[in-house]
């Protein structure tokens, strides 16, 4: 029995010689820092009222997705109804006075044939009809300006987007020129503000990682703004299928500011017990011991599966690999 229990010993102490090992060394891993941006749309544009009047339809709210040329709401004026009003009463004069003005002059041109009416009397003639003529192509010119008015009581989105704000409301009053809604388009962003003395590490198109509800996402450092805004960087961030039920909505996301030196471990070497972390080191001699260390944050990309060792290794130390 005993003879067995010494062969097993030997056998495991063959079998951890041959262990893999892996000798700490410092390597370069990128530096993050985390920030809060903002879901902005690219172009914010106000959907105005052409004509002062009482806004009698409003068929959108805030939240409604809207394409071009979409009817917003109704203003209207009834001045421009009656004005309307005013220009069919004329027409229908002008139109009286030129069946007169038409019939003397056929009258004058069969009495000029019998020599009772002068030729300058049937030149007197025409001319009257010609002037009806031009106040009826006139006024019917003023009934088109005042038409046009009207349909321009529509309110129409000038783009495709989602509807921020409708700060109008059904039977109020409204001027030309004054916003009805206001509609982000032209697709979202993710707008961030760096501190200054990071500036020189941001560079465009560095990769940027995004915390969601559905896990981490990543982006892209898109543009950086040359102007400092309150000690800050702005920059814009390009996000594949962003979220943008809210705009002006923060996210929590990490940027690159530069790099620094780590040592990284598999994170198949770490175990837990008892909430302490241990990683099994290989001593001088040769033997397996395990060690207390604080980790830092699992690795990813060119590092995947490492995780930083903050204490209680050094480089050069070896770990044994399971």
Known sequence: MKISSFALLVLASAGMAQAETLTLAPTEITEWKAVQARVESRDVVPARARIGGVIEELTI???DLVTAGQQLGLVKDDKI????????????????????????????ETLVSQGVVTRQRLAQLSTDVEVIRNQIAATQASRAVLTQ????????APA???VLTVPATRGSVIMPGEPVATIG???????LAVPERFAGDLQAGAEIRIATEGGETAGRLAKLYPQIDN???????????LDTAFVNARILVEVPI????????PMSAVSTRHGIDFISMEDPSGQTVERTVILGAPQDGDNDGMIE?????AAGDKVVLP
């Open 61 to 63: 709210s805030e939240g």
């Open 81 to 108: 109804a009656f004005q309307i009003a005013a220009q069919d009463a004329q027409l229908a004069a002008y139109a009286a006075q030129l069946a007169t003005a038409e019939a003397e002059l056929q009258r004058g």
């Open 149 to 156: 008015q009207e349909t321009e009581g529509a309110v129409i």
């Open 160 to 162: 495709d987007g989602r």
């Open 185 to 191: 388009s032209g697709g979202f962003f993710l707008r």
């Open 231 to 241: 000690g800050r960087v702005i920059a814009d961030v390009e996000v594949d299928k």
């Open 258 to 265: 530069g790099t620094r030196s780590a040592l990284l471990a």
């Open 309 to 313: 060792i903050i204490s209680g290794v």
